[in-house]
């Protein structure tokens, strides 16, 4: 089966992905501390992660963009892990999504925590939407499907961030039981 061609890298200097670093460990050690995602400042992260407010605004508009960011990097990485599967299939698929689920649960915990996951569903929808084009599946209510698929995805990967005591082939077998196969398309 040919690749389906979602590596789509992204083409980001090294000052760049080691500002995004800094700024996510921020944001990672506010969240562990307990502050409140609403009350926490662009100056306090900053400060934190030793960035210049500059800089900060240079890359992002507010805080919410470092998760934006930290997603992006996620997707691409779910890109090259696809692309590297000889038989995609939705096991082989779901294995990729679940491997990237269980290596950042704190990306999720932090879209819980700063309440940003309208925006993550939105983006999340635009991947399974390309994802359903590329394997040609044609629905009707297309964009629709894709809201619904990512929002179940995405509440799926929210409340598997908060259980670590499952290990992998639980949380694909979770995962298999709550989102669904799609049919293969018909020719």
């Not at 089966?1 to 083409?11: A, E, G, V």
């Not at 934190?48 to 960011?69: P, S």
């Amino acid at each position: 089966m040919p690749k389906i061609l979602l590596d789509t890298q992204l083409k980001i200097d090294a000052r760049t992905i080691e500002t995004q670093k800094k700024l996510y460990a921020a944001l990672i050690h506010f969240y562990e501390e307990k502050h409140s995602f609403t009350e926490l400042t662009v100056t306090q992260v900053c400060h934190y992660a030793h960035v210049g407010r500059t800089t900060f605004y240079r890359h992002h508009q507010d805080l919410t963009d470092i998760i934006t960011v930290q997603l992006l990097i996620l997707i691409n990485d779910f890109h090259q892990r696809i692309d590297s599967v000889t038989t995609l299939n939705f096991e082989t698929g779901s294995q990729a999504i679940v491997t990237e689920i269980r290596n950042n649960p704190l990306l999720f915990q932090l879209m819980g925590w700063s309440q940003s996951t309208d925006l993550m569903v939105h983006i999340l929808s635009g991947e399974v939407l390309n994802i359903l084009n590329i394997r040609e599946h044609d629905f009707d209510h297309q964009p629709i499907l894709a809201t619904l698929l990512a929002q179940n995805i995405l509440n799926f990967a929210l409340t598997i961030s908060t259980h670590p005591e499952f290990n992998f082939e639980q949380v694909q077998q979770l995962f298999n039981l709550t989102i669904p196969n799609l049919p293969a398309p018909i020719d």
